[in-house]
């Protein structure tokens, strides 16, 4: 079956430092990723969406200066969490989804900022 | 808004019995229909997708599509402990839309 692989799995890093997360889908095309962010007992919330090439849409209410995605290629996109503070600890999983593929999520990573 | 709605649960099922899970949409444009099963503290993974009214089987699940109706549910047949976990219901629209999530069905199969 399609695979994404999300890297990486758990960062912990200090307050106002940026991380990058990767997303790669490994054997589909991905003409578009999305981004996801899910606290803890709560539904998944979309960060946002991207297709290959093309600035990211961001949904109502996510920082785009803050969380800065990349979709640079077919089968690669970063989010990059911007001088990270504590209400940014989160689980962030990306998805992604070809022409004749459904959507399918990375494994997620789990960010803690201390 | 379009909405997908699930009962939240927790829907508790002895083991070898089937579950259940439904759930209804609010946007009649709606083309494709997907259930992911997540369980606690990891990422969804797509388990069923359905494009057209009626049934579609896979082992253990079967996913049922009424577009009349809006609604899509998901049976497990012959559940297991390892089945219980939450379940989401997805929803895409024509076009590159994302897909709207119900907030997720948590099943309980008990041993």
């Known amino acids: 079956g399609a695979v994404v692989s999300q890297h990486p799995s758990w960062v912990i890093c200090k307050s106002g430092t940026s991380v990058k997360i990767e997303c790669r889908s490994l054997d589909f095309q991905a003409t578009t990723m999305f981004w996801y962010r899910q606290f803890p007992k709560q539904s998944l919330m979309l960060m946002a969406t991207s297709n290959e090439g093309s600035k990211a849409t961001y949904e109502q209410g996510v920082e785009k200066d803050k969380f800065l995605i990349n979709h640079a290629s077919l089968t690669l996109s970063t989010l990059t969490v911007t001088s990270a503070h504590p209400e940014d600890s989160s689980f962030y999983i990306c998805?992604?989804?070809?022409?004749?593929?459904?959507?399918?999520f990375g494994d997620g990573t789990r960010l803690s900022i201390l | 808004q379009k909405e997908v709605e699930q009962n939240s649960g927790p829907l508790s099922v002895p083991e070898g019995a089937i579950a259940s899970l439904n759930c209804t949409y609010s946007d009649r444009g709606s083309q494709s229909f997907f259930w992911y099963r997540q369980y606690s503290g990891k990422s969804p993974e797509l388990i069923m997708f359905i494009y057209s009214n009626g049934d579609k089987e896979d082992g253990r699940f079967t996913a049922q599509l009424n577009k009349a109706s809006q609604y899509v549910s998901l049976l497990i047949r012959d559940s297991q402990p390892s089945d219980s976990a939450t379940y989401l219901c997805?929803?895409?629209?024509?076009?590159?839309?994302?897909?709207?999530f119900g907030k997720g069905t948590r099943l309980s199969v008990i041993a």
């Open positions: 998805s992604a989804r070809g022409s004749d593929q459904p959507q399918h």
């Open positions: 997805a929803v895409k629209g024509m076009g590159n839309t994302p897909l709207v």
